[in-house]
């Protein structure tokens, strides 16, 4: 059999995911700032991932940078694109969700609670009721 060939697209691949895995390690470990670089790596090694975004969300958060963490959710829920992705998609609306509630942004917290709530219920019924639920316990600070 003739050897494989890897495609450049591939390696981008490969380096996007390698380094959005070192993004989780650092926010596993408490450092955020660490995390938003390799995050930001991620990124800028494959843009269409949507990973990389998600992780800057999640560091982001850790740092107290609500809008741009929110920012960061919805780019990663467009990279979540289709059916297959659902997932991926309902855990950035989550996260855009979780993000604005724990600074007491309730109104906007309920919107995105009640998306990821629609995007969910059929597959997650009891997943739904618990984001319904988050939605009518925020507290606005």
Not at 56 to 69: M, P
Not at 108 to 114: G, M, P
């Amino acid at each position: 059999a003739p050897p494989q060939t890897v495609s450049a697209h591939s390696v981008s691949e490969l380096r996007a995911a390698e380094q959005a895995t070192r993004a989780v390690k650092a926010e596993i470990a408490g450092d955020a700032e660490d995390a938003l670089k390799w995050a930001g790596a991620a990124i800028e090694a494959n843009p269409n991932d949507p990973w990389g975004y998600y992780d800057r969300a999640d560091a982001l958060v850790q740092l107290k940078r609500t809008d741009e963490a929110v920012s960061s959710f919805r780019e990663a829920e467009k990279h979540f694109s289709n059916e297959r992705e659902r997932w991926g998609r309902s855990i950035a609306i989550y996260g855009q969700a979780h993000a604005l509630a724990e600074v007491g942004r309730c109104d906007e917290a309920r919107s995105a609670y009640e998306r990821y709530a629609t995007t969910v219920e059929k597959a997650d019924a009891p997943a739904a009721d618990m984001a319904r639920r988050y939605s009518k316990e925020c507290v606005g600070r």
